[in-house]
T-cell receptor, first 115, second 112 residues
Framework: SAVISQKPSRDICQRGTSLTIQCQVD?????MFWYRQQPGQSLTLIAT?????????ESGFVIDKFPISRPNLTFSTLTVSNMSPEDSSIYLC????????????FGPGTRLTVL | GDSVTQMEGPVTLSEEAFLTINCTYT??????LFWYVQYPGEGLQLLLK?????DKGSNKGFEATYRKETTSFHLEKGSVQVSDSAVYFC???????????FGQGTELSVKP
């Protein structure tokens, strides 16, 4: 499986600010995914990020709030913009490591608290 | 739309007890099915998977069989350990877009 790292691992932010989360993979992957896990809840997909194209957002998530970059096949960023306490969650990136399969491997997550 | 339903937790067991966590799904077509585990303070780890009907996924003593007739993928382990304490997520792959759809998670606590 791929080795996936995320930065930062956790952060505490003030309302109205923005935070950019980085996801780095140790091998080239086609598809990267960003999920949100709200406290005590399951995971919900925010968007799918493919290199060379704009991210595809799920219903309820918009680019102005969660802009995503995918500059190459090993890296992606997710920005949480104009944060409010409701954005307090764990944000996880995942990859389809083997390409063409449907098995995803997850990073360790970024635990975000918004005050 | 596609969905996954898991038994509610928390589930509390004594060490060496038998574990079953129920998972049923609704899906178009024949998705792959997964169990992920999240240990306290950590990200998700793939525990096992099955890609077609009657497949059995297994890992670390855990097993689950893809049952198309009952649309189920129940997780079992014959003898749990304290180190198995975690949250377990059942998931299916959306065949149209590659995303995973998760159940609500089941917290397992194993007492010595």
């Amino acid at each position: 499986s791929a080795v996936i790292s995320q930065k930062p691992s956790r952060d505490i932010c003030q309302r109205g600010t923005s935070l950019t989360i980085q996801c780095q993979v140790d091998s080239q992957v086609t598809m990267m995914f960003w999920y949100r896990q709200q406290p005590g809840q399951s995971l919900t997909l925010i968007a799918t990020a493919n290199q060379g194209s704009e991210a595809t957002y799920e219903s309820g998530f918009v680019i102005d709030k969660f802009p995503i970059s995918r500059p190459n096949l090993t890296f992606s960023t997710l920005t949480v913009s104009n944060m409010s306490p409701e954005d307090s969650s764990i944000y996880l990136c995942s990859v389809d490591h083997q390409g063409g399969t449907d098995t995803q491997y997850f990073g360790p997550g970024t635990r975000l608290t918004v005050l | 739309g596609d969905s996954v339903t898991q038994m509610e937790g928390p589930v509390t067991l004594s060490e060496e007890a038998f574990l079953t966590i129920n998972c049923t799904y609704t899906a178009t077509g024949y998705p792959s099915l997964f169990w992920y585990v999240q240990y306290p303070g950590e990200g998700l780890q793939l525990l096992l998977k099955a890609t077609k009907a009657d497949d059995k996924g297994s890992n670390k003593g855990f097993e689950a069989t893809y049952r198309k007739e009952t649309t189920s993928f129940h997780l079992e382990k014959g003898s749990v350990q304290v180190s198995d304490s975690a949250v377990y997520f059942c998931a299916l792959s959306d065949i149209r877009g590659g995303k995973l759809i998760f159940g609500q998670g089941t917290e397992l606590s194993v007492k010595p």
